[in-house]
Each structure stands twice: as C-alpha cells, then as structure tokens.
C-alpha cells in the first residue's frame, strides 16, 4: 500500500509518501523473561518480506520522482515498522496474552493475517469481538 498524507492543515507543499507492507510473513512473539513480558516483534525476519520491501521501497522512490515530490531532509526512504501480526500466536481468542494476567491486546497485532488492503475494519472488528468479551469477564 502507498499514501499520501498531508503533514500540514496550512501548507498544502507539505506531505509524506509512505508505503506499507499488508501482507507479511514474519511473525513475532511475546516471552515472559524473569516473569516480565519481552516483545520481539520479528520485523522483515523473512527473506519473503524483506525482497517485498525492498521492491516496496524502490517503487516508492520512483513514483515519488515521477510525481515531482521532493525529498527534504531525508537522504533515503526511512523505515517504520509496524507490528501487525506480531501477538498473534501469544494471545487467546479473547485478547488475553498467554501466561500474563490481566493483559488484553485487541489491535492489528493480534490478527493472524493483516488483510492486503487498509486494514482499519478487520482490526476495528477484531477490537470490538475482544473489547466485548472483556466486558462480558468483567462485568
């Protein structure tokens, strides 16, 4: 996925072109450590995704050249990692990571598979199926 996005309400010549790999293969985890929850999120740990974003990033490059944007201050594209599907295997279908009390996640990184489009309603479905079986065990 590539977008645009305004940086500025009052400068409209001011923007940030981002992509965003969907479809990702590395998986994270969550490990108790001395009883404390560790998160290794696994970013680009496939060589799969790491070719994907790597053509990701050189087709970015390329449209923001065929588009006339000019990059300011940044001498490369800047990777962002977002750890969507990272929890997956450490949570229960209620959200509840596996071995710490009282912790509930309900994002994008308990999906199993992030959705190849924007993955705003899968995530906000999955956050109300587990934000209502939380209010269920709580009330």
């Known amino acids: ?23 990702v293969e590395s998986r994270g985890r969550v ?6 929850p560790v998160f290794d999120f ?3 740990s496939t060589p799969g995704d790491r070719v994907a974003r790597a053509e990701m990033a050189a087709r970015l490059v390329d ?7 000019m990059v ?3 001498a490369a594209p800047a990777m ?16 509840r990571v596996v071995g710490v009390e009282g912790v509930t996640i309900a994002d994008a990184s308990v999906l199993a598979r992030v959705p190849p489009e924007t993955p705003a309603a899968a995530v906000t479905m999955e956050a109300l199926r ?4 939380l209010g269920e065990e709580l009330s």
Do not use: K, N
């Open 42 to 44: 696994g970013d680009l």
């Open 1 to 23: 996925t590539i977008a645009y996005e305004r940086a500025s309400a009052s400068d409209a010549d001011v923007g940030l072109l981002m992509s965003s790999l969907m479809d």
């Open 72 to 74: 300011h201050g940044v």
């Open 130 to 133: 587990i934000a209502g079986a």
């Open 63 to 69: 449209l923001a050249d065929e588009c006339g944007f």
């Open 80 to 95: 962002v990692s977002h750890a969507s599907s990272s929890c997956a295997g450490a949570v229960d279908s209620r959200g």
């Open 31 to 36: 490990m108790l450590v001395d009883g404390e």
